[in-house]
């Protein structure tokens, strides 16, 4: 039994590997992801184009444009003068906001009437556009508040105005750093796709070529055939999930805090559940083609619905509860668990539990499957 | 190029699409999945966000108006009221809120003795942006609050009628100011690349594993003949997804569509070829159909995802990367894409991106032809 595990263990890991460029393949894509991930995967807006169209031009107009340009985020990008530029500007998404002040804005505000300021976002990204809608709506209440004290101080009268301050403080992620929170995750999305499609386009390479027959004639048993196949993968796949740790940690200096060990033996238990899958999809396709567009059948709604980039709690109801059932989902809350939260066992066993539940039916399921393929 | 030869290889590519009906269905059937994904299931949009408060001062009715704020706002969804530290910590750990709201003891008798009264706010920052979204919300409610207290010492000194700032919001282009205008024409050029390149990918690295290549280049088939032949019935599918993507966009989703479809039809035209260009050139370097898929998936799936501007902001990105997104085509066919349905562009705007397009198109063909050349040779 050993000699022959080792046997199709060793032909299986040579086969992967006997191509070099399969190898720089296999090297390469965990590292360009981390480094994608790391530099062009951000969501955090530091700096937003903006256009001024100061059509006032007073003392006051200036100091509210002031407060905008103080602030770090707004950058004036340019000045314009007429509507067509403010056209223009938004039409090519030169700049995410025009900031318009009308002519009587300084002449109201002194006379104690509304001042108007028209913002013009783009809106064609609503989320970017909300999160710059937040920081203009900062700014201007801020400078509001600002010029009420102003007035109440001026009158001398007043001199003690009650005012809220708020203390925010972030857990686990102090300054809001979206690589932090997405980086963990791509060990999640290698993991996935690389499991499922190796898997997948191996073993349907060898019903291809027609190399099957030959495996099925030899003394192997079908566990071990199946056990051979998948375990090359399942150790790329746990030491892709090491490199990009390694990198995520000492190249992006993300916070590492819970256990290593918890970490790999959640990979492993997840691990079921793709080549599981990858195994299945092998039985039901008869050319790499059909397996490799089955991957991305599976792959993209378990990848778009686990909580990676789109948050669950804001999927519709229905949506939600779909999800109880893709494993990503609780892989993904253990990986950022681990990496941010430092969380251990007694927090996670609710996620892990599915986990192990669903992984041993993916692989049991499929391998009953396959075996009857076989015979 | 002879048209006989032309139409021989891809009669031979249509048969061998049609015996395999299943890869068939699914190059269509992912397109409609990604799509009602997209369409229904993900949305960018932030309401609700849950939120536990503690309230220390709760005898008060100060701060029983100021939770009111809060309360009637969609922006948040109150969980649960506590009296201790411990159940913030374990419910912040497990993910079940996000907001964690802590009002002092002596929060009303602060403010009533005309003094800064603080507030604390503990946020699970794991998520940046969603916590960024969610602080930006109360700090908006807390500025409002301030404002409306300064107004009214300032009424109560009898003083003139408070001013305010009228910060007057205008959304274009996305009137409805929903992330799935601006999510769809993403969808659509991913899609679009997907099936393009990574179903071509495939189709010469086959011919090479099953030994049918040395069969087609013993007949007097030239090699840009081959490549144009194999990529035509590839060509028919893209156009069809993307047929069907635009018919849900416009129907299902109620995306608008404001430019012109003749513009679209050109454009797309371009960016299929560069893409099934690229997909054959993948699959003449690789050889084997497990290396091209793991090529194809690294050099179109992932920068048509990260880099493209699709979910991701390009403007955010470090200098260098944005250079890099110069290359990607998706980065161009997006603009586009999202141009012609939300903003009704026109040539005149898009011209750019159209010549960029095509020299993508023909850069990648020429190569790919060299290659093919060169490997048969």
């Known amino acids: 039994m050993f000699e022959r595990m080792q046997a199709i263990l060793i032909k299986e890991f040579k086969q992967v590997l006997r191509d070099p460029r399969m190898k720089t393949v296999l090297f390469i894509s965990p590292l360009l992801q981390v480094i994608l991930f790391g530099y062009a995967a951000n969501r955090d807006i530091n700096y937003i184009p903006t256009a001024i169209y100061d059509r006032d031009n007073t003392k006051e107009s200036r100091e509210l444009l002031r407060s905008f340009t103080y602030s770090k985020y707004f950058i004036p990008k340019f000045y314009i003068y007429s509507d067509a530029e403010q056209n223009r500007v938004l039409d090519k998404g030169y700049a995410s906001v025009v900031i318009r002040i009308d002519r009587g804005f300084g002449r109201n505000l002194n006379a104690g009437k509304d001042a108007q300021v028209q913002m013009a976002y783009d809106g064609t990204d609503s989320n970017t556009a909300m999160v710059v809608m937040g920081y203009a709506n900062t700014v201007i209440g801020s400078f509001q508040e600002e010029i009420l004290k102003q007035k109440a101080y001026a009158t001398g009268r007043i001199t003690a105005i009650a005012n809220v301050q708020l203390r925010d403080r972030a857990w686990f992620n102090g300054n809001l750093i979206s690589r932090n929170y997405y980086l963990p995750g791509v060990i999640a999305s290698i993991v996935t796709i690389m499991s499922l499609l190796l898997t997948a386009m191996a073993i349907v390479r060898e019903k291809e070529i027609g190399t099957m027959e030959q495996l099925i004639v030899s003394p192997l048993k079908p566990l071990e055939l199946i056990i051979g196949k998948l375990m090359p993968f399942a150790v790329i796949a746990l030491c892709q999930a090491v490199l990009i740790t390694i990198l995520g940690v000492f190249w992006f200096h993300i916070p590492f805090r819970g256990s290593l060990l918890l970490l790999l033996l959640s990979t492993c238990v997840y691990l079921f559940t793709t080549l599981g899958a990858g195994l299945f999809i092998s039985t039901v396709s008869a050319t790499q083609q059909e397996a490799m567009m089955s991957v991305f059948l599976f792959y993209n709604p378990v990848f778009l619905l686990s909580g990676f980039a789109y948050p669950i709690q804001n999927m519709p109801q229905i949506i939600q509860y779909l999800t109880i059932f893709n494993p990503l989902r609780y892989y993904l809350v253990i990986i950022r668990g681990i990496f941010l939260k430092g969380v251990g066992m007694d927090v996670l066993w609710p996620q892990l539990l599915p986990l192990v539940v669903m992984g041993l039916a993916t692989i049991i399921m499929s391998s009953l499957r396959f075996r009857k393929r076989l015979g | ?377």
Request: net charge positive.
């Open chain 2, 1 to 377: 190029m002879n048209l006989k030869r032309i139409r021989a290889i891809s009669n031979k590519e249509f048969i061998q699409i049609r015996r395999d009906p299943r890869s068939l269905g699914l190059a269509l059937g992912i397109p409609i999945i990604l799509l009602l994904i997209f369409g229904y299931g993900l949305s960018l949009d932030i309401d609700h966000v849950p939120m536990i408060v503690w309230n220390q001062d709760a005898s008060s009715v100060t701060t029983r108006d100021f939770l009111l704020n809060f309360k009637n706002s969609k922006y948040f969804r109150i969980v649960r009221y506590t009296d201790n530290y411990r159940d913030i910590e374990r419910m912040i750990d497990r993910g079940q809120v996000m907001l964690a709201l802590i009002i002092p003891k002596d929060f009303s008798h602060y403010l009533e003795s005309g003094k800064t009264a603080p507030l604390q706010l503990l946020v699970d920052g794991s998520d940046s942006n969603t916590a960024t979204i969610a602080m930006g919300y109360v700090r908006a409610v807390v500025s409002q609050y301030n404002i409306n207290l300064l107004s009214k010492t300032l009424a109560d000194y009898g003083l003139n009628p408070p001013q305010a700032i009228d910060a007057r919001p205008r959304l274009w282009f996305n009137m409805a100011f929903t992330s799935r205008w601006f999510i769809i024409p993403g969808v659509l050029s991913m899609i679009m690349m997907i099936i393009a390149a990574l179903l071509t990918s495939l189709t010469v690295a086959r011919e090479w594993e099953r030994g049918t290549m040395e069969q087609l280049v013993s007949t007097p088939v030239k090699a840009p003949e081959l490549i144009v032949g194999k990529f035509i019935p590839y060509f028919i599918i893209g156009f069809f997804d993307l047929f069907i993507g635009v018919l849900m966009a416009r129907f299902l989703f109620g995306v608008p569509f404001r430019g012109s479809y003749f513009l679209l039809v050109i454009l797309s035209a371009f960016f299929l070829t560069g893409a099934l260009s690229q997909g054959i050139l993948i699959s003449t370097v690789a050889r084997t159909q497990l290396l091209a898929s793991q090529m194809a998936v690294l050099t179109t799936f992932i920068p048509t995802m990260l880099l493209s501007g699709f979910i991701y902001p390009i403007f955010n990105m470090p200098q260098a990367v944005q250079a890099i997104t110069y290359l990607i085509p998706a980065r161009y066919y997006i603009v586009i894409l999202r141009g012609l349905f939300l903003k009704g562009s026109d040539m005149s705007t898009l011209w750019d991106e159209a010549v960029f397009l095509l020299l993508f198109a023909l850069i990648m063909f020429t190569i790919a032809v060299r290659k093919f050349k060169k490997r048969v040779a």
